[in-house]
């Protein structure tokens, strides 16, 4: 049975549960932070996504090109994550932040007024931008949340990723109709300004939670058989949620559904999708040995709801539909959460891993589904439910593997008595 263990009794004990007296005890002002920055940096792939049309539509451009814009997004994001393994995790956290920040607020703009060139600046800016910050925000939740509220941070910061394609499937519409698809981008760019420029005038530098994390703070990180499994996890991940993203409207009118019953499908996946990411976030917090098994869970519905997809009847599909956005991707911020735990003061590092994984399940899911509705849609499904089971199986791999930190006080989830 999984237990709660201490590696190293130690170890000094650090004043983990005091906090200085210009931080929240608990890091709740930190996690909503973070999750604002990542909604932010995640807009320059969902807004090009929701304007699909009006881009297409002005411009003659076909589906394939704008395909392609998409995947520079999170190819950029790979090499982002990958530049963010490799370098030292800064004094303050806020100013790298705020510097994405900015550099997103110009991809927009230029998108915003040059598309034919900005569109593609704009993912390419904006997912190495996003690809860098996210080991970062990673690495300050660690640093700042209080343990009991790790979890929830965690689900909270990725449920702003899913919160953030619903932000930009509603300014579209609401938005676009009056004032045109380029003032919305605008708009956004100005907001990610406004947001780097409050982060550069209160920057302060991270604090260290302990001596051990202080020691290996800035050594290379191994990549072990856990962080590979876990990688690994999620890059088959990631192609479920991403070309469920890409194609469960396309799958929902092929089954005989109308446009706006199966809009209405997709934004309740996205709405369970941010719920799921809360709720396991905020479960796992006050039950932590149960991380594996709700981690292994959630691929597995994820696989289960894919599979019946390929199922004619609408109903079912409609089912389907809902378990694979809950469990297939409701898993991003258990991930996260439980490959940083065994690495005091490595967390940047070691899920720069499981964000480079992402990032390229994110980019190739899309493509494997593309190509196999072409051929069967059906294909494409059952292509993302071997995706969705390999994931689960990599967890189980990785759960075998947890390595052991003797020179950590922080607590870790382990499978081992």
């Not at 997103?104 to 593609?120: D, E, H, K, N, R």
């Amino acid at each position: 049975m999984n237990t709660l263990a201490r590696t190293d009794r130690r170890a000094p004990l650090a004043p983990t549960n005091r906090a200085p007296a210009n931080r929240d005890p608990a890091g709740l002002s930190t996690a909503v932070g973070v999750a604002a920055v990542t909604v932010l940096t995640a807009l320059p792939v969902f807004l090009p996504g929701a304007a699909n049309g009006l881009i297409s539509a002005e411009f003659g451009w076909s589906p394939a090109r704008m395909g392609a814009v998409l995947a520079v997004y999170w190819l950029a994001s790979l090499s982002g994550a990958f530049a963010s393994k490799r370098a030292a995790l800064p004094p303050a956290i806020e100013r790298t932040l705020a510097i994405a920040l900015c550099a997103t607020c110009l991809g927009l703009f230029s998108a915003a007024v040059a598309p034919v060139i900005g569109l593609w600046v704009s993912s390419a800016v904006g997912g190495f931008a996003y690809g860098y910050t996210q080991p970062h925000t990673n690495a300050l939740l660690m640093q700042r949340c209080a343990p009991r509220l790790r979890a929830l941070a965690f689900g909270l910061k990725q449920a702003a990723v899913p919160a953030a394609t619903l932000l930009a499937s509603m300014a579209i519409p609401v938005l676009a109709g009056p004032a045109g698809w380029r003032p919305v981008f605008a708009g956004t760019a100005v907001l990610c300004g406004v947001g780097g420029g409050l982060l550069l005038a209160r920057h302060r530098p991270s604090d260290m939670r302990s001596p051990a994390a202080a020691r290996v703070r800035g050594v290379p990180l191994r990549v072990d058989g856990f962080l590979l499994a876990l990688s690994c996890a999620g890059f088959f991940g990631a192609m479920v949620g991403n070309g469920l993203g890409g194609f469960l409207v396309l799958a929902l009118t092929t089954r005989g559904a109308s446009l706006s019953v199966a809009g209405a499908v997709a934004t309740a996946g996205a709405a369970l999708n941010i719920v799921v990411r809360l709720v396991a976030g905020w479960v796992v917090g006050r039950i932590p040995r149960i991380a594996w098994a709700a981690l292994t869970g959630l691929f597995m519905a994820g696989a289960a709801g894919t599979a019946l997809l390929a199922h004619t009847t609408l109903a079912v599909t409609v089912v389907g539909a809902l378990l694979a956005c809950g469990g297939g991707w409701g898993w991003a911020g258990l991930l996260h959460y439980v490959i940083g735990l065994p690495y005091a003061g490595q967390e940047q590092q070691a899920t720069a891993c499981s964000q480079m994984g992402v990032s390229l399940g994110a980019a190739t899911g899309p493509m494997v589904c593309g190509l196999l509705f072409t051929v069967s849609p059906d294909a494409a499904w059952w292509a993302l439910t071997a995706a969705g089971a390999a994931a689960a199986a990599c967890v189980l791999v990785a759960r075998a593997r947890i390595p052991a930190r003797p020179d950590s006080n922080r607590p870790t989830v382990t499978a081992r008595q």
